[in-house]
């Protein structure tokens, strides 16, 4: 899947959305700023649309407002999504995330399904479902955050005669997925504080945390639970996800397997930070400062990380 954006440049309308949704990402989204930064500004730009549109589904999920009116929402951002899939918005629209979401179809294959997908797994929040299983949790995590890896391959391509490069989207999901498992475990107890708990209910009771209602009972932990072994349990699972993910390097040309190996080897050493102290996502939001942000960085544009992933066997 290789790709390259098209011959035409944006407007100057064009170019005013896509500042506007560089802003929004470097406001809230720090790891993937540090990330974005090592690829060309017509791929940057690009991730950076896919992000502003994803922020806005997240933040109607995580918002204040009745469930009804999520959905309404959620259901309005659903007809702007298919108003940008066919290509209906004009550069003068009043939207700057649809101006610049519709332009960076148009430069490059994104998959814009995945957005429908995420707008799915927010209504999940919204209805908030319970996970019984790994693989329910699982089919909510591909709709948050695997959809996010492949509407990015769409930017990022792949290099020509890349071996094995037909399973790159499903690696670019399973990184996604890697992702969001951390992101579930780093956020415990801000979750529980909303009365959320997204880890399975079979892991839960495994590990002593559904009390005699079979509720989660993890903040604070249950008398007797054994809440070390259930974040390492958990811990493992994502390292696996990791492990096949970054597969997905040595695919992408340098600066673009550089941008994915930045964003996600900081949520790699966030993890291994958890897996030692498991109590910390109870003390509160674990991170990594910024000197250790720019080593990852450092790494991925070496091409250690890729080069790691394809001296592993392949399935």
Not at 40 to 50: E, G, H
Not at 162 to 186: F, K, M, P
Not at 283 to 303: N, Y
């Amino acid at each position: 899947m290789t790709n390259s954006p098209t011959s035409h440049h944006p407007t100057p309308a064009v170019v005013a959305a896509y500042q506007y949704c560089e802003a929004v990402a470097g406001q809230h989204a720090r790891n993937f700023k540090y990330g974005a930064r090592l690829v060309p500004a017509a791929k940057r730009q690009a991730l950076c649309a896919i992000y502003a549109f994803a922020r806005r589904v997240d933040d109607i999920g995580d918002g204040g407002l009745a469930p009804d009116v999520k959905e309404i929402r959620l259901a309005e951002a659903r007809a702007l999504l298919e108003r940008v899939r066919a290509g209906a918005v004009p550069e003068d629209d009043v939207d700057p995330v649809a101006v610049a979401l519709t332009h960076a179809g148009g430069r490059y294959p994104i998959p814009l399904d995945g957005l429908d997908e995420l707008i799915d797994g927010v209504l999940m929040d919204v209805r908030e479902r319970r996970y019984e299983t790994w693989d329910d949790l699982r089919s909510y995590c591909r709709c948050v955050a695997g959809a996010i890896g492949r509407l990015t391959l769409g930017v990022f391509g792949t290099v020509p005669g890349a071996r094995h490069v037909e399973h790159a989207s499903e690696y670019a999901d399973t990184l996604g997925l890697g992702l969001q498992l951390t992101n579930i475990l780093r956020d415990i107890r801000e979750d529980a504080e909303i009365g959320r708990t997204y880890l399975p209910a079979e892991d839960l009771e495994k590990f002593g945390f559904l009390d005699d209602a079979g509720e989660p009972a993890l903040v604070p932990p249950r008398a007797g639970g054994d809440f070390v072994g259930l974040v390492r349990f958990e811990v493992a699972r994502a390292r696996e996800l990791f492990a096949e993910g970054f597969q997905l390097l040595p695919m992408l040309d340098r600066r673009s397997g550089a941008c994915v190996a930045a964003m996600a080897g900081t949520y790699h050493r966030l993890l291994d930070r958890i897996g030692e102290d498991p109590h910390a996502v109870l003390r509160g939001r674990v991170g990594l400062p910024a000197a250790q942000k720019v080593l990852v960085a450092v790494r991925g544009l070496s091409g250690l990380d890729a080069r790691r992933a394809a001296g592993r066997s392949w399935p």
